[in-house]
């Protein structure tokens, strides 16, 4: 009678159980404010479906996301660039695992004038003079006789780095250049800005435009599209990133990175304004 009255009491137990909503999932995610507004929507899309996962996104830059990985105090580190020797061996030491390096979508880093501005393309060696404060006047390249100013990222920033690497060939910006704290930052000082020229993700372009970038002095000066980002004739794309510690790559972690990667999380990327994995990237 006894072990009957158990019986009935666990499987009343594991019936209520089994009734209540699974508990709350909560994901943090940290770092890039390139992929801040991608990584808000694909929060906003997942959590609409998943209502019992959330998910907080911040940004603050790149270098800012490591040192929360580092410090484990976020689950996703989001990345416009490649991780450093140094922050691998900083996470080596924290938790004794390199990493775990995920792309999540493709960008045209795009450069941005005023909308006014006559200016229509560059080559990446003009835009290492003018970043460089080497070329000084609009005239020089073709615009207006008036001064340039430069706009940039602060140096937390894998954005400001990537262009710093491929573009200034690790040459140092302009003591001139005015540092803005984010993309967004940059945008809206340049569309304010005549004489203003700036960088960033190809997702913020509102209020300025973006010129055309040849490799070479005197080369076909090319569009930041899908089409030739996903081909690499754009001379300044990239991959952009996630990051995460590979002890933490289970349960709904695992389950909204794939989903980050599947068709469903690539559409998003591409109603942002960013350019979706081809598809043999995304296993």
């Known amino acids: ?82 991780i450093k020797a140094t922050e691998i061996a900083a996470c080596l030491k924290a938790f004794q695992k390199r990493p775990t390096e995920y792309k999540v979508c493709l960008d045209g880093l795009s450069v941005y004038v005023s909308a006014g501005n006559p200016v229509k393309q560059l080559s990446v060696p003009q835009l290492e003079k ?4 080497k ?5 020089e390249i073709g615009g207006p006789d008036a001064p340039i100013t430069v706009y940039s990222r602060e140096n937390s920033s894998g954005t400001y780095e990537f262009f710093k690497e491929h573009v200034l060939q690790g040459k140092d910006f302009a003591a001139s250049a005015q540092t803005m704290p984010g993309t967004a930052a940059v945008l809206q000082a340049v569309g304010k800005d005549k004489n203003g020229i700036g960088y960033g993700g190809a997702a913020y372009g509102a209020g300025a435009k973006h010129v055309a970038i040849s490799k ?10 899908e089409e030739t980002v996903v081909k690499g004739t754009y001379p300044i794309w990239r991959h ?40 043999q990237l995304r296993q």
Not at 216 to 225: F, K, L, R, S
Not at 247 to 266: C, F, H, M, P, T
């Open 1 to 82: 009678m006894k072990l009957k009255h158990l019986l009935t009491t666990f499987a009343l137990a594991t019936a209520v159980a089994a009734a209540l909503p699974a508990p709350a999932a909560n994901i943090t995610v940290k770092g890039s404010d390139t992929l801040v507004i991608l990584a808000q929507k694909w929060a906003e899309v997942y959590m609409a479906k998943n209502p019992a996962t959330k998910i907080q996104v911040t940004g603050g830059g790149t270098g800012t996301g490591f040192a929360a990985l580092q410090n484990q105090t976020t689950d996703l580190c989001n990345a416009s660039r490649k």
């Open 130 to 133: 003018i970043f460089t404060g």
């Open 135 to 139: 070329i000084r006047n609009w005239k």
């Open 216 to 225: 070479d002095e005197g080369g076909d000066a090319i569009e930041p599209t």
């Open 240 to 279: 952009l990133f996630i990051y995460i510690n590979p002890a933490l790559d289970k349960g709904e972690v695992a389950k909204y990175l794939n989903w980050i990667r599947s068709d469903e999380g690539q559409k998003v990327v591409k109603d942002v304004g960013y350019y979706p994995l081809p598809k």
